[in-house]
């Protein structure tokens, strides 16, 4: 019976639409001073695919965390902007029965509570690897009205040189 209601309770879908690797303003055009990765191992200019499939569906008590893997590949200390873009055209965020986080490496989860824009920044010395944990969670208590609604949000993660003191 559990089972039954949780399919006629299907809620939202939760898709990265794009993640993205943009360089350094300052970064030459041919190659990047920023890298991403899934498995910190293999590194590319951007990630190939959204960190939540647009299949996935999502129901009443569902947390999922995904990660992925940042590289500062310049030769100095350089900060790292992660911009979080949320339209919450749903309004499954603003009533806090969709929640979204993000965490860099050892700090803390920022939470996204908000539509608009969100941005995490982090200092990273050269060579420096960081993780990116995405957490998702839909409220138990999150009920039919969320209903097949789905809310994109989107990352960019930008990758600037700081001035050398």
Do not use: C
């Not at 310049?74 to 873009?85: N, T």
């Not at 809310?151 to 040189?161: A, D, G, I, S």
């Amino acid at each position: 019976m559990k089972a039954k209601r949780s399919l006629t309770v299907v809620v939202a879908m939760v898709t990265v639409l794009s993640m993205l690797g943009a360089p350094s303003t300052a970064a030459p055009k041919s190659w990047s001073k920023l890298l991403l990765s899934r498995d910190g191992h293999t590194w590319a200019r951007t990630l190939p695919n959204p960190l939540f499939p647009k299949s996935l569906v999502w129901v009443p008590g569902d947390v999922d965390t995904r990660k992925f893997y940042i590289r500062n590949k310049s030769g100095g200390r350089a900060r790292l902007g992660l911009v979080i873009r949320l339209n919450d055209t749903s309004r499954l965020v603003n009533t806090r029965q969709l929640q979204v986080s993000v965490k860099v490496g050892s700090a803390r989860w920022v939470s996204v509570v908000k539509s608009g824009q969100q941005l995490v920044k982090v200092v990273m010395s050269a060579g420096a690897i960081k993780r990116v944990q995405v957490r998702v969670r839909l409220k138990s208590t999150a009920g039919n009205s969320t209903m097949r609604k789905q809310e994109p949000f989107h990352f960019t993660v930008r990758l600037t040189e700081l001035p050398k003191h």
